[in-house]
């Protein structure tokens, strides 16, 4: 207990500039000038940690001697940070790896200095520090760097785009946030100012993963600008990027890509012929299915399980008779089915049975699927006496759900995904992401659904710019000229 004041004393006089030129308690008087400060203490204790060494009680009672020392850095306020930097600064003249310790350190300079610190912490991460090594450290720092909404935390948030391997589990949720999620999570929180930040690094940026990180998050805001670099990426870029800037081409969904991404189905190699799959899935094409059907013949399991997803998605005959076949025909017992229950299921949704369907003629078949198709669609269009909401409504709501961080419940609890798009225009992305950006602080899986409902808002606006049908369609054409 006196050695604990003791540090916590000497700490708070550092922290408030004093200097102790008197004894003030008799153990002053006593103090060994070569003995370590409570602050190399605090340093000494974090160094070196390797996790996988401690176990049970030994991993209990470190962990509480790291608490100590990350309070006593703490309640020493620049002093703190200052060490943390001067031993963060030798072990980069020793050329040492500390990877734990530097991520450590990171967090601390973090809570410290906040923004004052945003620019030391981005060079840590950005310093050749494998991140995933202490997942928690990273993301919870960013995480709430990301909820300032400064650009002065950029730098860190651009950091950790170069990491695909880090991942925190929720505790409370029992979920797992990996990648693309934790990024999600991140740049969504800081909302979108941030968007630019990502499209500029797209241009500047060497590192492939980083250049993969950010198209997936300007395909998911639906960012105009980005989608010229992100077709470059998906013609010339190297993996992991070409592969996301694919997937990317499918999400805008553009009248001009369709040939691409068709094309691209002709690869040898089942990961990039997945990517090109995954893609004309969003796109929503119904041109693409008959370059899809010869795929359930691959060897790729994966490759199959896409294309079943697929060909289900694309509701039209010959996908049917596809997925029918291949219900008999697939390698795997699992495979057969599940196929076999998409093809039940597709056909229940449209209020008949396989016998019921196979008996009708083709084009009785392919007016039962279009209405198929086109019930999905009611969800986004204003029923016959529906309530209105005006964009002066929308604003309204927008402000609500930001200050309860939720599009559920009080005022607007009435409006759903079709009220929204009947008001809103695609200059309303921005608020739309701006809601996203206050739902994100909520960091759960519930939150999630809502997330997903707001990016089916905003990929129908965003696809309002350019095309005459928004969701599955006979042929992607461009919309109408206004």
């Given at each position: 207990m006196r050695y604990a004041f003791r540090a916590k004393f000497i700490a708070a006089c550092v922290y408030a500039g004093a200097?102790?030129?008197t004894p003030t308690v008799g153990w002053c008087a006593e103090a060994d000038p070569a003995a370590p400060s409570p602050l190399d203490e605090a340093v000494a204790t974090m160094r070196g940690i390797r996790p996988e060494e401690f176990k049970g009680?030994?991993?209990?009672?470190?962990?509480?001697?790291?608490?100590?020392?990350?309070?006593?850095?703490m309640e020493a306020g620049p002093a703190g940070a200052a060490r943390l930097k001067k031993e963060l600064a030798a072990l980069r003249d020793r050329q040492e790896q500390d990877d734990y310790f530097k991520l450590a350190a990171a967090?601390?300079?973090?809570?410290?200095?906040?923004?004052?610190?945003?620019?030391?912490?981005?060079?840590?991460?950005?310093?050749?520090?494998?991140?995933?090594?202490?997942?928690?450290?990273?993301?919870?720092?960013?995480?709430?760097?990301?909820?300032?909404?400064?650009?002065?935390?950029?730098?860190?948030?651009?950091?950790?785009?170069?990491?695909?391997?880090?991942?925190?589990?929720?505790?409370?949720?029992?979920m797992w946030v990996p990648w693309p999620l934790s990024h999600e999570f991140v740049w969504g929180a800081f909302g979108p100012k941030g968007l630019p930040a990502l499209l500029r690094l797209l241009a500047e940026t060497t590192d492939e993963t980083t250049r993969a990180s950010a198209v997936h998050l300007l395909a998911k805001a639906h960012y105009l600008p980005a989608l010229g670099g992100i077709r470059r990426l998906a013609a010339e870029g190297a993996d992991p990027v070409r592969r996301e800037a694919v997937k990317a081409l499918g999400t805008f969904g553009h009248p001009e890509d369709f040939a691409f991404l068709a094309a691209g189905l002709k690869t040898d190699d089942p990961e990039d012929t997945w990517a090109f799959a995954y893609a004309l899935y969003e796109y929503e094409d119904l041109r693409a299915v008959p370059y899809l059907v010869p795929l359930l013949k691959s060897g790729d399991a994966a490759l199959r399980a896409e294309v079943v997803a697929c060909l289900s998605?694309?509701?039209?005959?010959?996908?049917?008779?596809?997925?029918?076949r291949h219900a008999a025909e697939a390698p795997l017992e699992a495979e057969r089915k599940e196929t076999g229950q998409a093809v039940a299921g597709m056909l229940k949704r449209a209020g008949t049975s396989w016998d019921a369907y196979a008996a009708m003629a083709e084009d009785a078949q392919a007016r039962l699927l279009a209405a198929l198709r086109e019930d999905r669609q009611r969800r986004y269009h204003l029923k016959p006496g529906d309530r209105r909401l005006t964009h002066a409504d929308l604003l309204k709501a927008a402000a609500e759900w930001q200050e309860a961080c939720s599009i559920t419940g009080g005022t607007y609890e009435w409006v759903e995904e079709r009220h929204v798009l009947d008001a809103a225009t695609p200059a309303d992305i921005p608020l739309?992401?701006?809601?996203?950006?206050k739902v994100y602080r909520?960091?759960?899986?519930?939150?999630?659904?809502e997330i997903r409902t707001l990016d089916t808002l905003i990929r129908r606006l965003g696809r309002r710019r350019y095309r005459k049908h928004l969701g599955v369609c006979d042929t992607v054409r461009p919309s109408d000229p206004p």
């Amino acid at each position: 207990m006196r050695y604990a004041f003791r540090a916590k004393f000497i700490a708070a006089c550092v922290y408030a500039g004093a200097v102790l030129t008197t004894p003030t308690v008799g153990w002053c008087a006593e103090a060994d000038p070569a003995a370590p400060s409570p602050l190399d203490e605090a340093v000494a204790t974090m160094r070196g940690i390797r996790p996988e060494e401690f176990k049970g009680e030994q991993a209990k009672a470190k962990g509480e001697e790291l608490n100590a020392a990350w309070e006593t850095l703490m309640e020493a306020g620049p002093a703190g940070a200052a060490r943390l930097k001067k031993e963060l600064a030798a072990l980069r003249d020793r050329q040492e790896q500390d990877d734990y310790f530097k991520l450590a350190a990171a967090a601390l300079l973090w809570q410290i200095g906040k923004t004052k610190e945003a620019d030391t912490v981005a060079r840590i991460w950005s310093g050749g520090v494998d991140l995933s090594i202490n997942y928690n450290y990273v993301f919870y720092t960013a995480y709430e760097a990301a909820r300032t909404q400064d650009e002065a935390v950029l730098p860190m948030l651009s950091a950790l785009l170069g990491d695909r391997a880090g991942r925190v589990f929720l505790n409370q949720h029992m979920m797992w946030v990996p990648w693309p999620l934790s990024h999600e999570f991140v740049w969504g929180a800081f909302g979108p100012k941030g968007l630019p930040a990502l499209l500029r690094l797209l241009a500047e940026t060497t590192d492939e993963t980083t250049r993969a990180s950010a198209v997936h998050l300007l395909a998911k805001a639906h960012y105009l600008p980005a989608l010229g670099g992100i077709r470059r990426l998906a013609a010339e870029g190297a993996d992991p990027v070409r592969r996301e800037a694919v997937k990317a081409l499918g999400t805008f969904g553009h009248p001009e890509d369709f040939a691409f991404l068709a094309a691209g189905l002709k690869t040898d190699d089942p990961e990039d012929t997945w990517a090109f799959a995954y893609a004309l899935y969003e796109y929503e094409d119904l041109r693409a299915v008959p370059y899809l059907v010869p795929l359930l013949k691959s060897g790729d399991a994966a490759l199959r399980a896409e294309v079943v997803a697929c060909l289900s998605h694309l509701a039209m005959p010959a996908a049917v008779d596809a997925l029918h076949r291949h219900a008999a025909e697939a390698p795997l017992e699992a495979e057969r089915k599940e196929t076999g229950q998409a093809v039940a299921g597709m056909l229940k949704r449209a209020g008949t049975s396989w016998d019921a369907y196979a008996a009708m003629a083709e084009d009785a078949q392919a007016r039962l699927l279009a209405a198929l198709r086109e019930d999905r669609q009611r969800r986004y269009h204003l029923k016959p006496g529906d309530r209105r909401l005006t964009h002066a409504d929308l604003l309204k709501a927008a402000a609500e759900w930001q200050e309860a961080c939720s599009i559920t419940g009080g005022t607007y609890e009435w409006v759903e995904e079709r009220h929204v798009l009947d008001a809103a225009t695609p200059a309303d992305i921005p608020l739309l992401l701006d809601v996203e950006a206050k739902v994100y602080r909520r960091l759960s899986d519930e939150c999630l659904y809502e997330i997903r409902t707001l990016d089916t808002l905003i990929r129908r606006l965003g696809r309002r710019r350019y095309r005459k049908h928004l969701g599955v369609c006979d042929t992607v054409r461009p919309s109408d000229p206004p």
